[in-house]
């Protein structure tokens, strides 16, 4: 019995949704890509950095296409100006929500938790770079981030409940208690106040402090060196951590040795092996 040709595939169609990413427009904030390592900056200090309508939809979509981006391998979120982001801009977003009716607020809030969801699955390690005022959905684009860089005067606060809303924002009681812990998680979504940047680090809620003068330059280096990494296997690594959480530990043991063995399957593993015994630094690719 003879087997039939089978028709070699094409990767070039697989990979046909992927697109550089570099020379995106951005409307609403500042964006820049270089070797790997995007960086957006929400620009308007004048107001420390407050989101609209029109930004949040940006950065849900923009979040969504980094799925598919071909020269990002790492994201630093940060903001112009000695602050991170203020929230929803008061006369924006605050004063036109109270005249919505309660379909319209669901799509509001359904649209706020997409740019979350897309921040977590997307592959890129995110990075927040985070100075003075980090406040309601800024605390949250910190919060959704991979890693968080602060500095001593950085004041984070989910501030919902002074606007009579619940903590409950964007997944904040999803995330923040697996960042902080239930019992301080519940202290700053109950009350609202300020995280200052040494109280957020020894909570584990920043990664480290920096000067605000070095801030933005240890993120960008810290996201240099994630993108010369195993890209691929970061995005694994990313992966594993976020769909864990509803895991059982047997689950996840299993999950972890099946996302292994497909690690191990890239060339990126067998350069490292060769890299070792040849007692050089890999050159990762990626793939």
């Not at 927040?128 to 605390?139: I, L, P, W």
């Not at 684009?141 to 606007?163: E, P, Q």
């Not at 330059?217 to 995005?235: C, K, T, V």
Request: aromatic content about 8%.
């Amino acid at each position: 019995m003879t087997t039939p040709d089978v028709p070699r595939m094409d990767p070039a169609l697989l990979a046909g949704n992927q697109k550089p990413f570099g020379d995106y427009q951005a409307e609403h904030f500042q964006w820049s890509v270089r070797d790997g390592v995007a960086t957006i900056v929400l620009n308007r200090p004048e107001r420390k950095n407050p989101l609209t309508f029109s930004s949040y939809a940006e950065l849900r979509d923009l979040f969504l296409g980094l799925r598919h981006a071909s020269d990002v391998k790492a994201v630093v979120v940060t903001g112009a100006g000695g602050n991170f982001c203020s929230g929803g801009d008061v006369h924006e977003i605050i004063g036109p929500l109270i005249r919505l009716t309660a379909p319209e607020l669901l799509m509001f809030t359904r649209m706020t938790g997409e740019l979350v969801k897309n921040m977590r699955n997307c592959p890129q390690p995110i990075i927040a770079a985070v100075d003075g005022v980090c406040a309601g959905a800024g605390a949250i684009v910190a919060m959704s981030s991979d890693m968080r860089l602060g500095t001593a005067r950085a004041k984070t606060a989910f501030l919902f409940n002074r606007v009579g809303l619940a903590g409950c924002d964007m997944g904040a009681c999803a995330i923040l208690p697996r960042i902080i812990g239930q019992g301080r998680a519940s202290d700053l979504l109950y009350t609202g106040r300020a995280l200052g940047g040494e109280e957020a680090e020894r909570w584990g809620y920043f990664n480290r402090l920096c000067t605000p003068e070095a801030l933005l330059g240890e993120a960008q280096a810290l996201a240099a060196e994630l993108a010369a990494g195993p890209s691929f296997a970061n995005g694994i690594t990313k992966t594993m951590l976020h769909q864990e959480w509803s895991m059982t530990i047997e689950q996840a043991i299993e999950a972890e040795a099946q996302a292994q063995t497909i690690c191990m399957m890239t060339e990126d593993f067998s350069r490292a092996y060769h890299a070792f015994v040849a007692k050089q630094k890999p050159v990762f690719q990626g793939n």
